[in-house]
């Protein structure tokens, strides 16, 4: 029974992790650099510690450190939350050497999943569909010119260890192939210091569906649903929603079978999302694995009525999945809008800068998931998000009027924020009438909105 948790990050996803060990009779420790000493989950936690200076890999990516603490103040698991070292097969490793229990998958399966050209090769083998593209990782230009000949313009490369649209180029012609090879590799060995890329076969406004998937150490594997994730801008989330309106029933329960058959395909135990992409004639192909809780997991929680990192928690511990795929009742429809620290008519310039006054929306189906309070500075060195609107309904049309309505009543004054992009785009033709892709945005919505 896992009593002492260390929570290896900050601002929202910890707030959250420590507000359900309260609820489970866990006690917590929150980490914070020092830029961050006046960061919400410190206050909260029931026990504080800084854990370096300012850069980042000297504080919230510090393996050894956070391990040292962890023991040192007798901790029994380490959550590491969303980013940062979530996804990291070296922390998951250092932490099971160490005797301190990981909330989340192990080191081998990350490595398989967190290798984008590896996760493919497998899924082929599991027989889940996957977008046209090349077996494995492209060595070399040539070889690249080869692939793309193969497959059929346009393609696109990505990083094989990559993610967040770091690593990414579409090329549409033979001679885009050695600029945007060399640019996609050098970007991805600087995100991610591994440079390999590998190609598929660009599916032009494609939608982005998700399915959240839980296994445990027992070979047991459900699905919490889908969650649409079309609602993009330059390959980061803005809105996200479930259950994905794109879908009919026939069609979500091929997409949730595919699913759990790939959780159970490579003995995957903990929380996952399993994304794909949908084309025009509602063909959806594998794009990656996401070994950790995701950003929008709230939206998954509010149409299901469980919380996520409870279930987490209780896999990490060992027990067998508390509840069978049978017992799962989806409700009503949620969408959950990210509200960020950024300047959205300045091609959304981070604002950092503290906050004098701030109003949180509430009332019946509305959640807000943030760190930040009146007086807080939020510092420049981080993600801009600085919360997550979330709203429930009976119905897609009654949560999108909530959502305005959740909006609207949102006040934070002392720094500029996306708001106001975010209740011009819940209200949008494309977002209303469920006729938006992934480049929606950058495509037609920033022309209406930019001109205003």
């Known amino acids: 029974m896992i009593k002492k948790i260390l929570i290896a990050n900050r601002g929202d996803i910890a707030v959250r992790i420590i507000r359900t060990c309260k609820e489970m009779g866990i006690k917590t420790v929150a980490i914070y650099s020092e830029i961050d000493k006046d960061c919400f989950h410190r206050f909260i936690a029931d026990e504080s510690i800084c854990i370096g200076p300012n850069n980042i890999n000297k504080s919230y990516n510090n393996i050894d450190n956070i391990i040292y603490l962890a023991q040192k103040l007798k901790c029994d698991a380490i959550h590491p939350g969303f980013g940062f070292l979530s996804e990291n097969p070296e922390f998951a490793e250092k932490c099971e050497e160490s005797g301190i229990i990981f909330i989340g998958p192990t080191k081998e399966q990350m490595l398989l999943m967190g290798d984008k050209a590896k996760a493919r090769e497998t899924m082929v083998k599991i027989g889940v569909p996957v977008v046209p593209g090349s077996d494995s990782v492209i060595k070399s230009k040539e070889e690249a010119r080869n692939e793309a000949d193969r497959i ?59 399915v959240q998937v839980f296994g445990d150490k027992y070979g047991e594997a459900i699905h919490l649903g889908d969650r649409d994730c079309s609602m993009q801008r330059r390959n980061q989330k803005v809105i996200e929603e479930s259950p994905s309106p794109y879908l009919n029933k026939v069609e979500r329960d091929k997409l949730y079978k595919t699913a759990v058959n790939a959780v159970k395909g490579v003995g995957y135990a903990g929380a996952g999302t399993v994304e794909f992409i949908v084309d ?47 017992d799962i009742i989806f409700r009503g429809h949620a969408i959950e809008c990210r509200i960020n620290a950024e300047n959205a008519r300045l091609n959304f310039a981070p604002c950092p800068g503290t906050i004098d006054e701030i109003n949180v929306p509430g009332g019946f189906g509305v959640r807000f998931d943030t760190f930040v309070y009146s007086g807080y500075t939020i510092p420049p060195i981080y993600d801009s998000m600085i919360g997550k609107l979330i709203c429930w309904a009976d119905t897609r049309e009654d949560c999108i009027r909530r959502m305005d309505r959740a909006l609207d009543e949102i006040i934070i004054e002392g720094i500029k924020t996306n708001i106001d992009f975010q209740s011009a785009l819940i209200n949008s033709d494309g977002f209303v009438n469920d006729t938006h892709h992934t480049k929606y945005i950058e495509n037609e919505f920033l022309k209406y909105f930019s001109a205003e």
């Open 152 to 210: 059929g313009y346009p393609v696109i490369i990505k990083a094989s260890a990559g993610g967040g649209g770091k690593g990414m180029r579409i090329v549409s012609s033979e001679s885009e192939i050695d600029n945007a090879f060399d640019m996609a590799s050098s970007e991805a060995l600087s995100a991610f210091g591994n440079g390999d890329l590998y190609m598929e076969k660009f599916i032009e406004n494609p939608r982005h569906i998700e």
């Open 280 to 326: 025009k004639n509602k063909n959806f192909y594998f794009i990656e694995m996401n070994t950790r809780i995701q950003v929008e997991h709230p939206v998954t929680e509010m149409v299901t009525g469980l919380d996520l990192i409870k279930l987490q928690i209780q896999i990490a511990s060992g027990e067998k999945m508390p509840i069978k795929q049978e």
